[in-house]
């Protein structure tokens, strides 16, 4: 499957350009993980997408510009809210739901689970994650649904 054959097909969505090798494993190191295949094939044909703002993150990527949204959220995340490491974050709705993909620190996967998870805030105002839950058995699964939820 290519992904972005498929956001091609939706005139709707919209992504950046493509991430190079050496992008993608910037990402890597930064994190301090092996990410799975089928994000990194994501990663290096879209960069990451979204439709309004309901997005899929990953590399923001054009001629002038190059950002790193999956390593800003994430590790802001891992930071506010004492997210696993075992986890990045793919998507975002600031301050209420999170979709995190299961990563591996140790092992290139070709695939992995996708999981939500609701953000609450303590008496304090201080972020915590709600217990993830596994939505789809895949980032393939995750991808497929994205684009029939924008449909």
Known sequence: ??????????EEFEHWQGASTQEILHI?????????RQYKKFLSECGMCNIGDTNILGVAKDETSLFYPVIDVTTEMRVESNLSEEFIVISYEVGEYLML????KTQELEDSAVYGV???????????????QKLFTSFKEYFIDFLELGA
């Open 1 to 10: 499957m290519s992904y972005i054959e498929r956001l091609n097909q939706k």
């Open 28 to 36: 890597e190191k930064k994190l301090n993980v092996m990410l799975p």
């Open 101 to 104: 993909y299961k990563i591996s």
């Open 118 to 132: 609701d953000i609450q805030y303590n008496d304090l105002g201080q972020m915590i994650c709600e217990r993830p």
